[in-house]
């Protein structure tokens, strides 16, 4: 007996597996570096928006073509992966088509695998075309350039040809054909394979499965490096998503103990810390690096797709702005991604890179076109919410660095002598009764 | 012009009772020129309707929303600290405000900081009048199939869901709603939210309020509504930008509302 083909099976699967897990575990390191914030409220809803959002694509039909074509891939993507579990088995005991002992079941499931593995492959070609030959706005926005770019394309390829795979293995499979159950769609490839020798069908079908296999584990481990993680991470960045009104902004508490102190008259300012008490350091208001986040809000940066919905529907952006809500994503993910590189060179220590998110890849002039109206997290079909973002970063300039623009200073100036953003006399408030 | 009924909460504590409710009129409704009318035609809805409100007066302070959505933390908690003082030595148990972003932060912002009550846009106070049988609107041939379009405000839409509510009054004034393409929960923003209003905007090929109103009037609109001052100052420029406002008027849902009742 000939074991070699199982042992190179089982090594590849333990290595593709191993160096994926790898990666999570780094992932999981780096969104561990964001601050913590309680999501452990309101768990039924939670799993409700997991189920309807992720689960249920609710928000991707608002666009009904890609969400009707998005469907058909996500559907494809979970249920043919179904038949990788039976090219486990064979390959790891030398079986083949283990599971074609449930007869005709085993030819409707093959069948349906069949009907789904084309349908995925035209979706992704229009999808291609979508990107590449329409060439829709939100795709060639100036953030998708190079990688990104690339990125989504690469995924699309790798989609064709896993589908592809799929149905040549079936095609050239000469005792599944003879089954003629659940050969659907391959049966159709078959005249184009006619006078073929049994042999080199044979071989053909060997390769086929095996880069089908192969290539399965090669895209697993390629979704670390590529915006393509949503398909994992959407189900828990759903689940810990907003479950408060859009415009209910945190407030924050380390503000609200000074403001309480501040307007304690019994609280002596000048006191000394009592006995035994710890120096606290003084904390840090707002965002100028991805540290200064919370895990969450780095969540959500792995879990962009970039699919854009945020920046098209981006009051700012569609006025010609600077600001997209997606490259906002983009950026923390590559300052967090470069953060962890930093940690991974220094022996598990960050060390100061003289870089910040702030500054280094997001500018003020971004931050302050926001016009805070939520449209991108409305927009965005995993829960995504840019806008907190902006609004730390926003926090930091003007309580870290007083740089607002100057006309907010004096609007905040107004507030504190009047109360009221304009500069009137708070006496004349009720002057509106008698005008 | 008509005399309003304006009672502050100093005056009813002095007679030792409570309004029923606290209208909140915000820094806007307050001092605003254009706002101003639209806290008047409120106040005479509430007056028809013999509502025993009050307002606080010169003891109103700006909510803060402006200065949180700068980015200034300490200012909005100082601001809210000190409303909240207010509101609560006078037991305050009711807010209603013509003014979504007040209405946001009175509502989501301050109970966390000590302030809970139970906060209402005055668009959904109006309905619950309505309701009650407490105000009643006479048909009027004034706007009856007029065509208006409503203007959705981010703080009150996709901010708090409030999307029915407006349409629902303006159905009942008999005119011909006439949806934007982008509504409701894909409604534009006007431009203003986020302390925008107090700012030029970034750099770029074209003011968010001339892009709304032209989406405004691609529905040809004798009537541009909505129920937010800071919308009705974009919009109402974002028609001048047009050339249009002697053909199309900006106006608040109650505006709206008491124009047609003569008030």
Redesign the interface.
């Known amino acids: 007996m000939n074991y070699l083909p199982n042992i190179l099976f089982a090594l590849s699967l333990i290595l593709g597996i191993g160096y994926f897990a790898k990666n999570v575990k780094k992932l999981l390191r780096n969104i561990r570096l964001g601050h913590d914030v309680d999501v452990s409220d309101q768990k039924p809803q939670r799993w409700r928006n997991m189920m309807r959002i992720a689960l249920g694509q609710s928000k991707m039909v608002?666009r009904p073509i890609a969400g009707f074509l998005h469907i058909i891939v996500y559907a494809g993507f979970i249920i043919i992966n179904i038949e990788v579990l039976e090219i486990i088995i064979d390959g790891l005991f030398g079986t083949h088509r283990i599971m074609s002992g449930l007869g005709s079941f085993y030819g409707f499931l093959i069948g349906s695998f069949e009907v789904l593995a084309l349908l995925v492959f035209v979706s992704v070609i229009i999808f291609w075309i979508r990107r590449n030959v329409i060439k829709l706005q939100r795709f060639w926005k100036p953030e998708m350039k190079g990688w990104p770019k690339n990125d989504g394309n690469f995924i699309l390829y790798f989609e064709m040809v896993l589908m592809t795979l799929f149905l040549v293995m079936n095609a050239t499979d000469v005792h599944f054909q003879e089954m003629n159950s659940g050969n659907i769609i391959s049966q159709m490839i078959a005249p184009w394979i006619e006078g073929l020798s049994v042999g080199t069908l044979h071989t053909i079908e060997r390769a086929a499965w095996w880069l089908h296999i192969l290539g399965i584990l090669v895209f697993l481990n390629y979704l670390y490096f590529s915006k393509h993680l949503h398909i994992l991470l959407a189900f828990p960045n759903t689940y810990y998503g907003r479950v408060?009104?859009?415009?209910?902004?945190n407030?924050?508490e380390a503000?609200?103990n000074?403001?309480?102190m501040?307007?304690d008259p019994n609280v002596d300012p000048f006191a000394a810390p009592a006995e035994g008490a710890e120096a606290t350091v003084p904390a840090k208001?707002?965002a100028s690096d991805v540290m200064d986040l919370n895990w969450v809000q780095l969540l959500n940066a792995y879990t962009c797709t970039e699919c854009g919905r945020c920046t098209s529907?981006c009051?700012?952006n569609?006025?010609?702005?600077?600001?997209s809500p997606r490259k906002i994503m983009m950026d923390t993910r590559d300052r967090l991604e470069e953060v962890g590189k930093n940690i991974d060179a220094n022996k598990g220590e960050f060390k100061d890179d003289g870089k910040q998110l702030l500054g280094d890849y997001i500018t003020n002039?971004e931050l302050?076109?926001?016009?805070?109206?939520?449209?991108c997290?409305?927009?965005c079909p995993v829960s995504i919410d840019p806008l907190s973002i902006i609004?730390e970063m926003?926090?930091?300039?003007?309580?870290e660095q007083s740089a607002?623009?100057m006309?907010?200073n004096?609007?905040?100036t107004n507030?504190?002598n009047n109360?009221?953003?304009?500069p009137?006399n708070?006496?004349?408030?009720?002057?509106?009764?008698n005008? | 012009m008509s005399q309003?009924i304006?009672k502050?909460m100093a005056d009813f504590m002095a007679e030792g009772k409570q309004p029923e409710i606290l209208f909140w009129?915000g820094?806007a409704?307050?001092?605003?020129d254009r706002a101003?009318k639209i806290?008047?035609a409120f106040?005479k809805i509430l007056n028809k309707a013999q509502v025993d409100f009050a307002?606080l007066?010169?003891e109103?302070?700006?909510t803060?929303d402006?200065?949180?959505?700068?980015?200034?933390?300490?200012?909005f908690?100082?601001?809210a600290?000190?409303n909240i003082e207010v509101l609560n030595g006078y037991e305050v148990k009711r807010i209603v405000t013509a003014c979504p972003h007040s209405y946001?932060t009175l509502?989501?912002?301050y109970p966390?900081?000590g302030g809970n009550y139970h906060v209402q846009h005055h668009t959904e106070y109006i309905e619950e009048l309505l309701q009650n049988g407490r105000l009643k609107l006479e048909s009027s041939s004034k706007l009856n199939g007029k065509r208006v379009t409503f203007h959705d405000p981010?703080?009150l839409g996709?901010?708090?869901?409030v999307f029915e509510v407006p349409r629902n009054l303006l159905k009942t004034l008999g005119v011909d709603l006439k949806e934007m393409k982008r509504n409701r929960?894909?409604a534009?923003?006007c431009?203003?939210?986020?302390?925008?209003?107090?700012?030029?905007?970034?750099?770029?090929?074209?003011?968010?309020n001339v892009?709304?109103t032209e989406d405004a009037l691609e529905t040809q609109p004798e009537i541009i509504a909505t129920g937010c001052p800071y919308c009705n100052t974009m919009m109402t420029d974002g028609v001048k930008s047009k050339e249009k406002e002697n053909s199309i008027q900006v106006l608040d849902v109650a505006e709206l509302i008491a124009n047609s009742q003569d008030l």
């Open positions: 608002n408060t009104p859009k415009g209910q902004f407030n924050l503000v609200t000074e403001v309480k501040m307007m208001f707002g529907e009051p700012a569609q006025t010609g702005k600077k600001l002039e302050w076109a926001c016009t805070t109206c939520n449209a997290v409305e927009a609004m926003r926090r930091y300039l003007v309580m607002a623009p006309e907010l004096n609007m905040m507030i504190e109360g009221a953003p304009w009137y708070q006496m004349d408030r009720l002057n509106w009764v005008e | 309003l304006v502050t009129v820094s409704g307050s001092y605003d101003k806290t008047r106040v307002v007066g010169t109103e302070s700006c803060g402006v200065a949180k959505r700068a980015g200034n933390e300490f200012l908690q100082m601001q600290m000190m946001n509502k989501n912002e966390s900081l981010c703080y996709r901010a708090n869901e929960r894909t534009l923003c431009g203003a939210g986020g302390a925008q209003m107090f700012k030029e905007p970034e750099k770029g090929d074209k003011d968010i892009l709304r």
